[in-house]
């Protein structure tokens, strides 16, 4: 699925003439809003709760797990700075923690049921709501 989002997003920016970059081996250490900015570090695979690089860009869109946006979030948490930080604001904090967290360590549930016309008519017998 990400990566068919990826590509969906390369021929998109393409088309809009948007200058799409992508940099493997590295991921956003932090984020600010400064005046009409978004100011942001990143950091290497070797070194990942280090800043290596400063950059900034007129638009970010973040489509991450919310253990990764809090390990970005972390990053200034509690140092001072300018700027507005987004991941930190009350309100996203908020919508962070109502976030449910799927389980990981065992697969999905895929089950369906279909519903077929002896049952259907059953519970008309039954007079079960909304059955005509």
Same mark, same amino acid.
């Given at each position: 699925? &990400?990566?068919? =989002?990826?590509?969906?997003?390369?021929?998109?920016?393409?088309?809009?003439? !948007?200058? &799409? %970059? @992508?940099?493997? +081996? $590295?991921?956003?250490?932090?984020?600010?809003?400064?005046?009409?900015?978004?100011?942001?570090?990143?950091? /290497?695979? %070797? @070194?990942? #709760?280090?800043?290596?690089?400063?950059? /900034? /860009?007129?638009?970010?869109?973040?489509?991450?797990?919310?253990?990764?946006? %809090?390990?970005?979030?972390?990053? /200034?948490?509690?140092?001072?700075?300018?700027?507005?930080?987004?991941? #930190?604001?009350? *309100?996203?904090?908020?919508?962070?923690? +109502?976030?449910? =967290?799927?389980?990981?360590?065992?697969?999905?549930?895929? $089950?369906?049921? %279909?519903?077929?016309? #002896? !049952?259907?008519?059953?519970?008309? *017998?039954?007079? &079960?709501?909304?059955? $005509?």
């Amino acid at each position: 699925m &990400f990566n068919a =989002l990826f590509d969906a997003i390369v021929v998109l920016a393409k088309q809009k003439g !948007v200058q &799409f %970059e @992508h940099h493997p +081996s $590295t991921r956003l250490h932090s984020i600010l809003k400064i005046e009409n900015l978004i100011h942001y570090t990143i950091a /290497t695979r %070797e @070194h990942p #709760n280090k800043k290596s690089a400063a950059r /900034t /860009t007129d638009a970010a869109w973040l489509a991450m797990p919310r253990a990764a946006l %809090e390990l970005v979030a972390q990053a /200034t948490r509690y140092e001072d700075h300018r700027g507005l930080d987004g991941l #930190n604001h009350q *309100k996203v904090q908020l919508y962070l923690e +109502s976030a449910i =967290l799927q389980p990981t360590s065992y697969p999905p549930q895929r $089950t369906s049921y %279909e519903v077929k016309a #002896n !049952v259907v008519k059953a519970l008309a *017998k039954q007079d &079960f709501p909304g059955i $005509t």
